[in-house]
C-alpha cells in the first residue's frame, strides 16, 4: 500500500489548508486513517485518526479547528486545517492501518507534506 500525501504549504495565522492523502496498490480495508505531524524538536504526534466506520479522534491541541474526514470508496482521508497558528507548523503524515483477511496488521506511512504558518 502507498499513502500519496499533498496539500501543504505556507499560510497565514489564522488560515486554512486542507490535506489529501490517497492510498493505492493492496488494499483490503483500511481500519483507520489518521494525520501525525512531526516538528525538528518533537517527537511524531497524532493529530486525529478516523475509522472506517468515521469514528474520530483529535488532540487536544486542534480540537475545534482541524477535521478529519474520509472517503472510503476512493481510499483517501483528508485533513481540513483552519484557524491555524504558528505552533501547527510541521511536516504531516499520513497513517494507515490495515488488517488483511488473514487477521495480520500492518500500518502504512505517507511521506510527509510541509505545512508552515508564518506571516
Known amino acids: 500500500v502507498q499513502l500519496q500525501a499533498s496539500g501543504g504549504g505556507l499560510v497565514q495565522p489564522g488560515g486554512s489548508l486542507r490535506l489529501s492523502c490517497a492510498a493505492s496498490?493492496?488494499?483490503?480495508?483500511?481500519?483507520?486513517m489518521a494525520w501525525y505531524r512531526q516538528t525538528a524538536a518533537n517527537q511524531r504526534e497524532l493529530v486525529a485518526d478516523c475509522t472506517y466506520g468515521g469514528w474520530t479522534t483529535y488532540a487536544d491541541s486542534v480540537k475545534g479547528r482541524f477535521t478529519i474526514s474520509r472517503d472510503n470508496a476512493k481510499n483517501t482521508v483528508y485533513l481540513q486545517m483552519n484557524t491555524l497558528k504558528s505552533e501547527d507548523t510541521a511536516v504531516y503524515y499520513c497513517?494507515?492501518?490495515?488488517?488483511?483477511?488473514?487477521?495480520?496488521?500492518?500500518?502504512?506511512w505517507g511521506q510527509g507534506t510541509l505545512v508552515t504558518v508564518s506571516s
Open positions: 496498490g493492496s488494499i483490503f480495508r483500511l481500519d483507520v
Open positions: 497513517n494507515a492501518k490495515q488488517t488483511d483477511y488473514r487477521g495480520s496488521i500492518t500500518y502504512y
